[in-house]
């Protein structure tokens, strides 16, 4: 068979070409540290590659919303704990008035504390973290509780995060809600608990998915319809007749299940029909000026203010928690987000970084077999006759 | 009595000169490719000696040619090859911070993270910092796309250029070779050295684009396009032209028509560009494509004091076909509220009517419309006529919200240019409903990672091919090697027995004249 020089030389040059482009690869894999440098080199990596990096940025973002979630709420349970606290001291202090004999300064003195802890509380559910209002709901830059009538003035719905495809959490707490005693007051007051109605009327109460009609004649006083009421709807309700700061009369319902929420209304234009409101459901700072008022004004606190504080206590205590709960499960997920965001990071390096060891076995194989190919060209090119002809 | 032996001699010597320049051309040429290794023929010429019968080239034509098909086909996937690494260059996933995904990753990050937290002013900043960023990406790589494009134009002239100038040169070969012929019936003389320059020419032109060749007894070719329309034709050649305007390749006849023959071409320089102008038109798209998503889909929701436009978040293709679910929208103004059924068989048109034509709804003024976003969907636009007024869809499909990005696609995507205000008047209650949209917004941007993994595999199959192509293209050209290549070895053992025998002739030549002196001396 005839062998041209040219194609001994075109089969080096093919060989040399192939080689010294492996070569080359692997120079630049153990250079850059990656496997792949186009995304051409295995575009089912390329693919993967890329929805890892968008899986890792998704995890990541939910990562941050953790993290925020978990700033957030644990300011708003450190509140709730402050506030919990505030609540708990008013309350010993007004057991302890309500079984002293007290005199009026002392008393009034009591009120001043009332006073101080209500600008405390105050400060506290209108409180912020990073220029949002923690209890201010989704309003975020609206301040939740206005500095004279107390009431709660942001919006109706929690602010809330996802921590994952299917996980959201209330990271801002709706004010309203969260301290709302779930308790109706009505604002028609009366001069005396025994004093008959002027005007007979039907109030309408719903307690969760209960509802009540109850009718009120002129021959029954305010401590008739609370005796009845505890009377007949034992599990459900609790009517107490409270006294104002002004020294007027009114009736305050709660429901057992703190759960259940109430709703009074009357229309028939007795005397309990006040407007278009007829009962409103005071919130923690209401029951705390309203109590301090009393005491201000040299009145004893009685069975209902100590009532009305420990729902009060209940309320933060319950709201707390249940954002120790959600925090809790917030928390929980911090590792398990981790793991997920390393075992992505993982799989991602897996997919292109380069394992060093190996590249250099490579590289070492093919430098090898490179010069093994320069000897064998040299050798087959001594072979010919021209050896001869020296 | 010695005349004969003299001229027998005489033309021993004479071929065996001829032969040695032959054997030499051969070792000359021992490294040209093209170069086809020669015999010289040589025959006895009673009663004279010898003659050169004729130059011997050991060549097959028609493997030669299988062989330059093959090279067209490698070419053209080299060439397709070339262009592509430009384009995976602009698109470095595997580098960090230099691909797509990280702009697109960025952008809807800063948005989640606004809708985290939408208060936050570093948020906001970054939210409008990384969308500019995207942008500016997308249209940056689409100026990198277009200048390739022009690129292509450049080289597909030099390549037009160079075929029609090999044609040119073919054809004179052809007339040369003609009359090479000729002279060497007339004076003996070898034209054949002007067949190898014809074989550069015809791997050359094949190089560039595919050909066919017919080959007549005397070594001139007729060279044709796919589809048979011709370049050369003995001593004439047609030239090709390109049309850069509409980026095809014409062929013009001689009666001055201009034909496209941009579909007909399969092989070489020119297809590859062609296919890779092919390549690049669907990059632009698909790029053209994201942009569209985008401006179609991401939204921002807004309160009362930034718009009163409130957008369905269900994009439809054909706003007459089947909604496919049902669900009602509420109206609430003062002499409302107005609620608007709609069923799984209802239609976006039906939607939009039942809405203009509900009597109180129409005397509140509130107006829907079809709305028809650049990726091709459309959706609804409902407009109120006073701020306080809202809707609510049961399936939370209706919100009041603006596009953050304006623009029919890439040439004027742009920030919706009241960003600034949206981005003051957010509505904090929806952002988490927003945070949940983003998230199939950035499932329909997946289409970035359609677009790479095509280009990926467009490429890696370009190159799957072109290392199989080329490995039987190797295998050719050794065939080709070992049929028409110049063995050195070989042409060296040629030589020596040519001296050999040139030394027995030369001797000859001393014992005639020892003869002749023997014969003088004698007399």
């Keep these: ?390 | 009595m010695f005349g004969a032996t003299f001229s027998i001699v005489a033309s021993g010597l004479e071929i065996f000169r001829k032969s040695v320049d032959i054997r030499n051309r051969n070792i000359l040429n021992a490294s040209n490719p093209d170069y086809v290794q020669e015999e010289p023929v040589v025959g006895s010429f009673a009663p004279v000696g010898v003659k050169l019968e004729d130059v011997l080239r050991t060549q097959n034509f028609y493997y030669m040619i299988t062989r330059n098909q093959k090279l067209s086909l490698v070419s053209s996937l080299e060439t397709a090859i070339r262009g592509n690494s430009q384009v995976e260059s602009l698109f470095q996933e595997f580098m960090q911070g230099l691909g797509g995904s990280e702009y697109i990753n960025r952008f809807f990050t800063a948005y989640q993270n606004l809708m985290k937290e939408p208060t936050n002013e570093g948020a906001k900043s970054e939210l409008l910092n990384s969308a500019q960023s995207l942008i500016s990406y997308l249209k940056d790589r689409r100026v990198d796309m277009d200048r390739m494009l022009a690129g292509t134009d450049y080289d597909m002239n030099r390549h037009i250029t160079k075929i029609n100038l090999l044609s040119k040169k073919i054809a004179q070969i052809n007339q040369d070779m003609l009359t090479g012929y000729a002279q060497s019936y007339a004076r003996g003389r070898d034209y054949k050295n002007l067949l190898d320059e014809r074989d550069k020419y015809l791997r050359e032109l094949s190089e560039l684009i595919s050909v066919r060749v017919q080959e007549d007894e005397i070594g001139r070719v007729r060279v044709e396009t796919d589809r048979g329309f011709v370049l050369v034709e003995f001593q004439h050649s047609w030239e090709l032209k390109y049309n850069a305007g509409n980026r095809r390749v014409l062929w013009k006849s001689k009666d001055g028509h201009e034909l496209d023959i941009s579909g007909f071409i399969s092989g070489g320089r020119v297809k590859g560009l062609l296919d890779f102008q092919s390549h690049l038109y669907n990059y632009t798209n698909q790029l053209e494509d994201i942009a569209q998503k985008l401006i179609s889909e991401v939204k921002l929701p807004l309160n009362s004091q930034a718009t009163n436009n409130w957008h369905w978040f269900r994009h439809v293709e054909d706003p007459n076909a089947p909604l496919g679910f049902s669900g009602s929208i509420t109206f609430n103004f003062p002499g409302g509220p107005v609620t608007v059924n709609y069923t799984s068989t209802s239609t976006l048109n039906n939607v939009v009517n039942a809405i203009n034509t509900d009597p109180l709804l129409s005397a509140a003024g509130f107006n829907a419309s079809i709305l028809a976003n650049p990726d091709n969907s459309y959706t609804m636009l409902i407009t109120s006529p006073n701020p306080s007024y809202t809707l609510q869809d049961s399936n939370s499909l209706i919100h009041r919200s603006e596009p953050l990005f304006i623009g029919t696609g890439i040439q004027d995507i742009a920030l919706n240019s009241n960003v600034n205000t949206y981005l003051q008047n957010l509505e904090y209650e929806k952002v988490d409903e927003f945070m949940s949209f983003s998230r199939s917004w950035v499932e329909g941007i997946t289409l970035y990672n359609a677009f790479i993994n095509q280009t990926a595999s467009i490429q890696k199959d370009l190159k799957t091919k072109q290392e199989i192509e080329s490995a039987l293209l190797n295998s050719f050209n050794a065939r080709l090697q070992e049929m028409q290549g110049v063995s050195v070895d070989n042409e060296f053992i040629e030589l020596m027995k040519l001296q050999r025998s040139y030394e027995a002739l030369a001797k000859a030549i001393n014992t005639l004249d020892e003869m002749i002196q023997a014969t003088l001396n004698m007399v």
């Design chain 1, 1 to 390: 068979m005839k062998v041209p020089d040219n194609l001994l030389f075109s089969l080096f040059q093919e060989q040399d070409a192939r080689i010294r482009k492996q070569l080359s690869d692997k120079t630049l894999e153990i250079a850059t540290g990656k496997k792949y440098t186009s995304v051409s080199d295995d575009p089912p990596t390329t693919y993967d590659l890329l929805e890892l990096k968008k899986d890792i940025s998704q995890l990541s973002q939910y990562a941050k919303n953790r993290l925020f979630a978990d700033t957030s709420l644990s300011y708003v349970d450190f509140n709730l704990k402050k506030i919990e606290d505030s609540l708990n001291f008013l309350y010993a202090k007004t057991i302890q008035a309500k079984n002293q004999v007290l005199q009026p300064d002392q008393l009034r003195a009591l009120g001043e504390l009332f006073s101080s802890s209500l600008r405390s509380i105050l400060d506290r559910v209108n409180d912020q973290l990073g220029g949002n209002y923690i209890f201010g709901g989704a309003s975020l830059n609206t301040k939740p509780f206005d500095e004279n009538n107390l009431q709660y003035t942001a919006s109706a719905e929690s602010f809330k995060v996802w921590l994952s495809d299917n996980y959201q959490v209330e990271v801002f707490l709706e004010g309203g809600e969260t301290f709302g005693l779930n308790a109706a007051l009505s604002l028609a007051t009366f001069a005396s608990p025994g004093v008959n109605f002027n005007t007979g009327g039907v109030m309408n109460l719903t307690v969760g998915t209960s509802t009540i009609n109850l009718n009120y004649t002129t021959t029954q006083t305010l401590q008739n319809v609370a005796d009845f009421i505890n009377s007949n709807y034992p599990n459900l309700l609790q009517a107490k007749v409270v006294q104002n700061p002004d020294d007027t009369y009114s009736l305050l319902l709660m429901p057992i299940d703190l759960s259940k929420e109430i709703g009074v209304s009357d229309t028939s234009g007795g005397d309990f029909d006040a407007g278009p409101t007829d009962f409103y459901s005071p919130n923690v700072l209401q029951v705390v000026k309203r109590i301090g008022d009393k005491l201000s004004s040299g009145r004893y606190p009685e069975d209902a203010d100590l009532l009305l504080l420990q729902r009060a206590l209940d309320r933060v205590a319950f709201r707390r928690s249940q954002v120790g709960s959600v925090l809790s499960q917030v928390k929980n997920l911090q590792p398990m987000h981790e793991n997920l965001e390393d075992s992505l990071n993982k799989q991602k390096s897996d997919l292109e970084d380069v394992e060093l060891s190996q590249s250099i076995m490579d590289y070492t194989r093919y430098k090898i077999a490179y010069e093994a190919l320069m000897r064998i060209i040299a050798e087959s090119k001594d072979m010919t006759i021209l050896r001869y002809l020296r």
